[in-house]
């Protein structure tokens, strides 16, 4: 196990998105969630992984993402879903917090707008969204993080490199 998941959070069958991690008890604000570990690889590297675990790991600048490169070696924390209203978010790269009080038996998500972020030479990323919350984009893609609304609801909360992308492209 290269990460470490809050002692509060459990992996859970989830009959629509196959696994989803869930609060066991309340987890107030601010807490931290999860610590990502594995295995830093260049987003090519990322690309080739078979099977699930391409979309396991965590892009964490322009050129590279975080995460496991081995089928065997899936942790708890691979199982996060997405969701359009979620109530995790990052701080800095690793690190995955509480953004509200989260209620035991509540389904912990982010936003993969807040870590994934169009790069040169990689494939376009892009999800059908089933989250039903009234915020769904329906589809998800690499470029959310340029839509103003999610740059105001998910500020303080992005990925460094893309907390950065947006100053300059703000500035
Ligand atoms: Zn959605």
Redesign the pocket.
Known sequence: MYSWMHPSLEVRENGTFGKGIYAVSNVPKGECLTIFGGYVMSLKDEERLPGQIVDYAHQISDTHAIGINREEDVQPVDHYN???EPNAGFRGQIVLEAMRDIAANEQVTFDYAMTLAEAPGIKLYELA???L?PS???V?TDSDWRLPEIQARYLGYFQLYIADKIEKLNS
């Open positions: 997405h969701s359009c969204c089933e989250c919350t769904c984009r329906k998800v």
